[in-house]
């Protein structure tokens, strides 16, 4: 069958997915809204919708005062829907990744009512058959289908039974109500009589008999000790028989369950059902022999599905399953094609399989979980400091404990009323009809998942509801009497609503609530995967349902979850207020009644029953009476012979022992009882006694006070008077109230006098004193005392006198009135708050006189100001003052000369702000006749514009003596310094831009100041400020950084000589010649440490050399300078000289220029003298070449002659080639043919007759310079090479060693290159020193010092002498390091340090290859001098002399330069 596949589909699915415990649930995988799709049909058997319930953010906020709030409409429908407001959005608290549960297996047909009669009966069939050898193989079927034997068992039954059936015909009747018509099949009555006939006949006969047996075994065991007969049924044992049996030990035999006989153990037959004995021949007919098949007793017979119930289901987590639901829903509706499913035919579905007994369906339900084993899906409960929980109110877990619930009252925790549950679906699972533990309220709220279908009945529908239960399963109702409690059982709504049975409908879904109302009936079932959340709650309205509970529980002997008498005497001890003692009242006087009617029956039975009065707390089980299960908390029954209890109906069920040894136990006494109604009926009896004392004192003669009536107002919310009274109260309080506080505006009080205030506009309407008036006739209607109504009443008295006073003095003859009067009666009223309409003729009159006094003063005074002036004329309109009043006239006429001066004034203050050429036409004099007629004393004085036209005016004078000023030290100077500030001019230009006359002189000061700013442009395009960083910082700076380069390196230079100085020299370095400071590096050839930022080497390109050539000693590298391309000085000397020329005022940047030309030019001296030193600058003048030009390159001027002059001595006489090619060491000088002689293959040849010098004198002239000195130093040079000088020492072979450069060919003696003659044996390839420093440009083996150190050390004499020598042979490489530092590095007389010995080829002749290429020179083209000095003091002074210098260099560096027949000029080279 489909239901066994789809059990073990769900079993094996279990064993799959339960063993995933560590995922927690995705919640976004589940629905978590309340978003659902319309219904397209009606609800199946027509079923109506129960009411939803929309509160407001206000209606939210109480959750118990918001459902007592709509229970008179929606308890009429048992279940109702509420959906809170849209930001109600709890979250969600349990920790799904723990969470585990277990659930329960249900049959969906075994839970329907008749289904599961039906499947019980049929079993009992086939157990009968088969205990007498006829077992049922297959059910008779008729038209191809089984015939439901249940219904016709119970369609023959209404009937009469088997022969009136059949005697009256009527079993065709019978086939057509179980569905069949005689057109199908026409033998339908032969067949259901034989059916009937052969299967269930012979059990009703049976059954029959047994139960008249069984009955007539009763009676005689009730009316004698006979042992019963053998029947198949047990007297049921007492209580005390029961814990005898308990307590005494088994004799391990087996008895009979008939005639309670252990003998004849060997006929003794066990059932195989119960494992009961019985004694073959006790049966009802005798076995003779032990039957072969299964055999079950009369009980076990005829109790199929009497333990009916739920079995444990496997343990989950939440996502294992879901895995489950899902799968299931998916494979249950998939192969019909309606998955996904809608609500209406999961709802369709559900029924049909639960009203079919031939298809089983198992599904799972997590259901009745206790949070506080499993946690809750809401929040935990926070308690405030003091004592007060602080979470929302819906939150499941507060609701029970709400103030207004009346569970507050029970000490313990009760699990599914006081504590939620949890409520984990699956599709199909469901909750069976029932109703709330003890008839209280339920909610129920959905966190998330799929929808669940509610169905309910009204509880005014219950006893209908059970009515129809038991017709439907009588069957079910005789096996389990409190089947109705079990929750075990459903029934089709279709059926309650054929008997007249109210059942509606609800669909719930995410984040909405579900209520039940007491003894309201209810089931549903769920649509898939979800998480529910379920408590109890009571508000005061329950309690008649809970009494009824209580009472139907003792009925049926359950177990009641706690004592409803214990509720009510704890709510009367901790609750005393008036809400609470009105609805207890009328409890307490019934616990009352049925306790003292109960004791009164007893104690008529059992007069002498003893008995204890003793308040003492026990434990739920010792006050739950032992027969009945109900609480005993008032009173309770008890023995000696037993810790068990009674109620008072049951003594007889508690023991056997007889009643006098038994003991009555009172709680309380009656006439404590009594003291309890008494005290809770005087609380509830308040509010009348509140009524009656409000009307004794309303009638009294004396009016109350508002103290008192607000006492009454308190005492009515406190007392829960009734609403109309209490209503009554509150707004007669609030209209005494708002009496007082109208009346307090207007009183006066003498403490707080009144002044008046003159900025203030006062209409006086007279409304005051009409209100005031009006106050004190409603005083007059109401009955309180105040002390407000006396002193509203002296206000009134107070004002009355003063508009009779003003009236007086109004009325009075106009000549004896003074201005006194008027402001007496005024002042008088002022003090009063007066606003009667006399008061502002009053004002008037006051104000006439005022002005009477002050507009002649106006007139006549010439220090009166025009606001003044404006004050009064507007004064005079107020008064009423006459147009032709002859003051009034002087005062206009006056005013009208004011507003003149003003229009004449007024647009020279506007003009300030323009620019225009209209506004430039006023002159001075135009000011000063302004400011001229502001002194006559018939203009009004206006200050402020009067002020500011003098500061105009002021202003204008001050800037035309300015410019006078400036014009005139410009033409009297007699040299630019002396000239003014071009600062000065900007500044006085910028003061005649704001003023709005023209000042004559302005556009000779514009004209000049241009020519100022057109000479600053020339100097920053002549300095290259391009970069932005420049532009920003202005000219002025980056000329002070040039100056202050200018004056370290030139200052350094000239402490050169100095011996005190010497130090200080040595302690500079690089091309800044600045100390050390953060990055150093050592150049491998001159040794001169430099900063990394200036030779632009990076301390990451530090690390990663091995050696490093510096721009001095390799021309070829760029040298990075502050601005883009350095000045010429000749070119600054000009923009100096055209200052001088065109320029009427000086900038500060001329200043600075001139200073930088001064020390340029005398250092350009010093540079010039080094030079001329000597004839010829030789190789042992290469470390002062370098220092030389390492000062000129560090220089942000540029010495372009001098520069180029130094670096070609550098390249000839300390070349560094990039690409040496390789040679072939030779150790003689003799293997060298005189054409490879490496000085003359190193040096160019140096002739008279191949290059011609010039110069330039002051007039531009070319002029020829004597060369006989430079040919005689040409001609020595000539010889010197002739000579054949080799080494680095530069002399002639000697009778020592000597050994061949194989890469530059010259030949060094042994000694000078720290070689031995054991040491040259062994050499096969050899490189000079200064081969090793080119070849390190290309290929780096350099020693690098980041840094040097900071204090020089006296090396000894050994260790200057000592040079290192680097061996690299096949077999090891040594290494020599000096010990001198960086000081002595820096003096070292030669470059060449460095040696490197590569081995050769170990066979095979020496050779000698070509040289390498000579490098090319080219002759200086054309040397010129711009002649135009600086006019500055100093330079001007010396202009002649410095002339004379120029022509001098001239004439040096053209005896110093090598020459070409190429035309190329020193600045292309």
């Given at each position: ?315 989950y ?7 489950v ?16 499913t ?94 709330e ?7 129920n709220?959905?966190?998330w ?75 549903g ?11 109890n ?8 349902f ?25 709510a ?8 609470t ?5 009328d ?6 009644q ?55 109906d ?75 009274e ?66 509203l ?5 107070n ?20 201005s ?46 025009y ?118 001019v ?12 023209y ?16 000479w ?30 200018v004056?370290t ?15 200080k020299q ?5 091309l ?5 400071s ?22 990451r ?12 000693c ?12 350095r000045a ?22 001329y ?67 990039r ?53 005689q ?51 096969d ?17 350099i020693?690098l ?12 004499p ?35 340090d460095?040696?490197?010995v ?27 001098h ?22 001098q ?9 090598p020459?070409?027949t ?8």
């Amino acid at each position: 069958m489909k239901s066994i596949n789809n059990h073990n589909q769900i079993k094996s699915a279990t064993t799959t997915t339960s063993s995933d415990h560590g995922n927690a649930l995705n919640l976004k995988t589940v629905k978590t809204t309340s978003d659902a799709p319309e219904r397209t049909r009606p609800r199946i058997f027509g079923i109506k919708e129960a009411p939803t319930y929309y509160p407001t953010e206000e209606e939210f906020k109480e959750p118990i005062k918001y459902i007592q709030q709509i229970t008179p409409e929606a308890e009429k429908f048992g279940i109702i829907k509420i959906v809170p407001p849209k930001s109600y959005n709890p979250a969600f608290c349990l920790n799904t990744e723990e969470f585990r549960f277990r659930t329960r297996i249900q049959k969906l047909n075994s839970m329907e009512g008749e289904t599961r009669a039906n499947v019980n009966y049929l079993e009992q069939l086939y157990k009968f058959h088969r205990l007498h050898g006829h077992p049922v193989n297959k059910v008779p079927q008729l038209d191809k289908r089984p015939i439901d034997l249940f219904k016709l068992k119970k369609e023959v039954a209404q009937r009469g039974g088997y022969q009136m059936v059949t005697q009256q015909k009527k079993w065709a009747e019978i086939g057509r109500i179980l569905g069949y018509t005689r057109k199908q099949c026409t033998s339908m009555s032969n067949a259901l009589k034989s059916a009937y006939n052969k299967v269930i006949l012979p059990y009703e006969v049976w059954l029959a008999q047994h139960k008249q047996d069984s009955e007539q075994s009763s009676s005689l065991s009730s009316s004698s000790s006979s042992p019963p007969s053998n029947v198949g049924m047990r007297r049921q044992p007492s209580d005390k028989e029961e814990q005898e049996e308990a307590e005494s030990p088994g004799n391990g035999g087996q008895a009979c369950e008939i005639c309670n006989s252990g003998e004849n153990e060997e006929e003794i037959l066990l059932c195989d059902g119960c494992d009961r004995g019985y004694h073959m021949y006790c049966l009802s007919p005798p076995l003779n022999t032990v039957p072969k098949s299964d055999w079950y007793c009369f009980k076990c017979l005829t109790a199929a599905g009497g333990d009916y119930g739920f079995e444990d289901g496997e343990e989950y987590t939440l996502n294992s399953f879901q895995k489950v639901c899902d799968k299931f829903k998916s494979e249950w509706f998939g192969p019909k094609g309606q998955y996904p499913t809608s609500e209406e035919d999961c709802e369709d579905e559900f029924w049909r399989l639960v009203e079919n007994p031939h298809e089983t369906c198992e599904v799972e339900y997590g259901a009745d979980l206790h949070s506080t084993q499993h946690g809750s899906g809401f929040a935990p409960l926070e308690r405030k400091p003091d004592g007060r929980y602080v979470n929302e109110p819906w939150n499941l877990n507060m609701i029970p404990i709400l103030p207004q619930s009346l569970f507050t009252h029970i000490k313990t925790d009760i699990s599914g009323m006081m504590v939620p549950w949890l409520y984990i679906g699956m599709c199909f699972s469901a909750f069976c009809w029932h109703n709330e533990d003890h008839y209280t309220y339920s909610i129920n709220y959905m966190h998330w998942g799929e929808t669940k279908t509610w169905y309910g009945v009204p509880g005014c529908d219950t006893a209908k509801f059970e009515k129809t239960m038991k017709a439907a399963v009588p069957e079910l109702f005789e096996q389990q009497p409190d089947l109705l409690f079990q929750l075990v059982t459903m029934l089709s709504p279709g059926r309650l609503l054929k008997d007249n049975v109210d059942v509606y409908a609800v669909d719930q879904r995410p984040g909405q609530f579900v209520v039940t109302f007491p003894k309201a009936y209810h089931s549903g079932f769920n649509h898939g995967f979800n998480f529910c959340e379920a408590v109890n709650f009571a508000p005061m309205e329950w309690v008649d349902f809970g009494l009824e509970c209580v009472k139907r529980y003792k009925q049926y002997r359950r177990q009641p979850c706690f004592s409803h008498d214990e509720l009510l005497v704890t709510a009367m001890r901790e609750d005393r207020s008036v809400e609470t003692s009105t609805w207890l009242k009328d409890a307490l006087i019934d616990m009352h009644q049925r306790e003292m009617t109960m004791r009164s029956k007893l104690l008529k039975k059992y007069p002498k029953i003893h008995q204890v009065l003793e308040d003492i707390e026990l434990s739920e089980d010792q006050q739950q009476c032992v027969f009945c299960n109900t609480y005993t908390y008032l009173s309770y029954i008890t023995c000696e012979c037993t810790s068990r209890v009674s109620c008072l109906d049951h003594l007889t069920d508690l023991c056997t022992c007889d009643p006098s040894k038994k003991t009555l136990n009172l709680r309380f006494s009656e006439c404590q009882l009594n003291e309890m109604i008494q005290a809770t009926a005087s609380r509830a009896c308040a509010p009348s006694a509140w009524s009656d004392k409000v009307r004794e004192t309303l009638s009294a003669q004396s009016a109350p006070s508002l103290k008192t009536l607000r006492q009454f107002a308190t005492e009515a919310e406190k007392l829960s008077v009734p609403v109309e009274e209490a209503r009554w109260v509150r707004e007669y309080v609030t209209q005494v109230t708002n009496w007082l506080e109208e009346a307090n505006k207007y009183i006066i009080r003498k403490h707080q006098p009144r002044r008046r205030d003159s900025s203030a506009i006062k209409l006086y309407t007279g409304e005051k004193y009409n209100a005031i008036t009006k106050l004190l006739e409603q005083v007059s209607k109401m009955s309180f005392d105040a002390p407000e109504i006396s002193m509203l009443e002296e206000t009134f008295k107070n004002l009355t006198d003063a508009k009779d006073t003003a009236t007086r003095v109004l009325n009075g003859d106009q000549t004896i009135v003074t201005s006194k009067d008027y402001k007496d009666a005024f002042d008088f009223g002022t003090s009063l708050g007066a606003d009667f309409p006399e008061m502002q003729q009053l004002e008037l009159k006051i104000k006439r006189c005022e002005w009477n006094e002050r507009a002649p003063l106006a007139i006549t005074n010439p220090a009166t100001e025009y606001n003044e002036l404006k004050r009064l004329i507007e004064q005079a309109k107020e008064c009423q003052v006459s147009e032709t009043d002859p003051v009034y006239l002087s005062l206009v006429e006056k005013e009208k000369r004011g507003i003149e001066w003003i229009q004449e004034a007024e647009p020279f203050l506007k003009s300030t702000t323009t620019s225009n050429k209209t506004t430039k036409m006023i002159t001075l004099q135009s000011i000063q006749d302004v400011l001229h007629a502001a002194r006559q004393n018939d203009v009004p004085r206006v200050p402020h514009l009067y002020s500011a036209v003098h500061d105009l005016a002021t202003r204008a004078n001050e800037t035309v003596k300015d410019v006078n000023m400036l014009l005139e030290r410009a033409r009297t100077a007699s040299v630019l310094s002396e000239k003014p500030s071009s600062t000065d001019v900007q500044r006085v230009l910028k003061s005649i831009r704001t003023l709005p006359i023209y000042v004559e002189g302005t556009e000779k000061l514009q004209i000049e100041f241009d020519k100022v700013e057109t000479w600053l442009n020339q100097v920053k395009k002549l300095f290259h400020m391009t970069s932005r960083t420049q532009q920003k910082n202005g000219l002025e700076p980056m000329l002070e950084d040039i100056l202050e380069n200018v004056e370290t390196i030139t200052d350094q230079d000239e402490n050169n000589g100095d011996d005190d100085d010497n130090d200080k020299q040595n302690d500079v370095y690089c091309l800044c010649r600045t100390p050390e400071s953060g990055l150093m590096i050592e150049c491998d050839l001159c040794h001169e440490w430099y900063h990394g930022p200036c030779v632009k080497v990076s301390r990451r390109e530090a690390k990663a050399q091995t050696s490093y050539v510096c721009p001095i000693c390799d021309g070829s590298q760029a040298i990075p300078h502050a601005t883009k391309e350095r000045a010429r000085l000749e070119d600054i000397l000009q923009l100096l000289e055209e200052a001088d020329n065109t320029l009427l005022f000086v900038s500060n940047v001329y200043t600075i220029l001139a200073d930088i030309a001064h020390r340029m030019q005398m250092f350009r001296s010093k540079v010039q003298a080094f030079c001329r030193s000597k004839t010829h600058l030789g190789v042992e003048d290469i470390d002062m070449i370098k220092q030389h030009l390492r000062e000129l390159e560090g220089l942000e001027v540029v010495l372009q002659d001098e520069t180029e002059f130094l670096r070609r001595k550098v390249q000839a006489l300390a070349p560094v080639s990039r690409n040496p090619s390789s040679t072939t060491i030779v150790t003689t000088p003799t293997q060298i043919s005189a054409s490879a002689s490496p000085v003359l293959q190193r040096v160019p040849s140096l002739t008279s007759s191949n290059w011609t010098a010039t110069t330039n004198n002051n007039n531009g002239n070319v002029l020829p310079i004597e060369t006989d000195a430079i040919s005689q130093s040409v001609s020595s040079q000539q010889q010197q090479q002739t000579d054949n000088v080799y080494c680095i020492c530069r002399q002639p072979a000697s009778n020592s060693e000597m050994i061949g450069c194989d890469t530059c060919h010259d030949w060094f003696h042994i000694e000078c290159v720290n070689l031995t003659p054991s040491m040259v044996s062994t050499i096969d390839r050899y490189v000079c020193p200064n081969c090793i420093a080119n070849k390190r440009s290309s290929r780096p083996v350099i020693k690098l010092t980041i840094k040097p150190p900071t204090q020089p050390l006296s090396p000894s004499p050994a260790k200057q002498q000592k040079r290192k020598l680097t061996a690299i042979t096949s077999a090891s490489t040594t290494r020599y390091e000096n010990g001198r530092t960086l000081k002595q590095q820096k003096q070292r007389p030669t470059i060449n340090d460095d040696l490197i010995v590569l081995p050769s080829p170990p066979s095979g002749p020496l050779t000698t290859t070509t040289t390498t290429p000579q490098p090319s020179y080219h002759s200086h083209h054309q040397y010129s001098h711009h002649q135009s000095l600086a006019p500055s003091p100093q330079i001007s002074d010396q202009r002649q002399q410095q002339q004379q210098q120029q022509q001098q260099s001239s004439t040096w560096l053209a005896s110093s330069i090598p020459t070409s027949t190429s035309t190329t000029t020193m600045a292309e080279q």
